[in-house]
């Protein structure tokens, strides 16, 4: 495992949007997952900044993001599909085609769930993945459970996903109360795994999952079973670990 320790939000958004440029120039054709929050957008805005000044091509790009609320049109202007075009998406080059997001208004989301699992498998899976990390340890929105979840599936989101995402939205009411996610498996088979943390909030979620037991309780301590993990933390979020 590799620890980036970055000063602040800014150095940590840079260091992000490097290694992503990076693998992006490396392999144009690569299949990258990617993740929505606050955590992960100021990397977003440096890629496009990337793109826009320094040619960064994502023509033949494929991204897959992580998880949708259920009963969000892609239009919703919270939907994950709805962030990932705003900060993302609309501002590069990439092919609206090969973005993939979960759709959050299937008839069925057990069977949208299950496509989209089919889907990733039938592409061969992930090259490189970015995640975020919950405050209770969660991974996309595999929440604390009591197992690990492999599959891409229906989640009910606990109490405190509902009140930390409630920022987004005009009233803690409006948050969906269930979403489809990537399960821990499908995270598990990207070759490589970037996970990206910030504020004081993380800390010891983040220490937890990497020194921590490995438990379903808290599902990113299963990135210790991962051979290339990649954190780019802050300084407030990787207070907690040793130094090592
Ligand atoms: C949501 C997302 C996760 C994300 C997490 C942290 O619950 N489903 O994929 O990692 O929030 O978000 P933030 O970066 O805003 O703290």
Redesign the pocket.
């Known amino acids: 495992m590799k620890i980036y320790r970055c000063q602040d939000y800014q150095e940590m958004s840079l260091v992000l949007a490097r290694l992503l440029a990076a693998h992006i120039r490396l392999r144009p054709t690569l299949r990258l997952g990617l ?7 100021g990397a977003y805005a440096e890629l496009i900044r990337m793109h826009q000044e320094e040619g960064l091509d994502f023509s033949q790009l494929t991204s897959i993001n ?2 949708e609320y259920i009963g969000l049109a892609a239009e919703h202007p919270q939907s ?1 599909r709805s962030f990932m075009n705003a900060k993302l998406f609309d501002h590069v080059n990439i092919k609206k085609a090969q973005t993939f997001v979960p759709s959050g208004v299937a008839e069925d989301p057990k069977a949208e769930a299950l496509a989209y699992e089919a889907m990733i498998s039938a592409m061969d899976g992930i090259d490189v993945q970015l ?5 209770n340890g ?4 595999n929440e604390p459970a009591d197992s690990f979840a492999g599959p891409c599936h229906v989640v009910d ?1 606990v109490q405190e ?1 509902l009140e ?2 409630a920022r987004f939205f005009a009233s803690k009411e409006e948050v969906p109360k269930q ?1 489809i ?1 990537m399960g821990l498996g499908q995270i598990m088979k990207a070759r490589q795994l970037i996970l ?1 943390v ?2 004081a ?2 800390a010891k979620a983040l220490q937890a999952a990497l020194e921590g037991p490995i438990t379903p309780q808290l599902p990113a301590s299963i990135l210790q079973l991962h051979s290339d993990v990649s954190v780019v933390a802050d300084a407030e979020a990787a207070a907690g670990l040793q130094d090592f």
């Open positions: 993740a929505t929050g606050s955590t992960p957008e992580l998880d994950y995640l975020g990390l919950g405050a969660h991974l996309a929105f989101l996903t930390a995402n979403a996610t990206a910030s504020g909030g993380k």
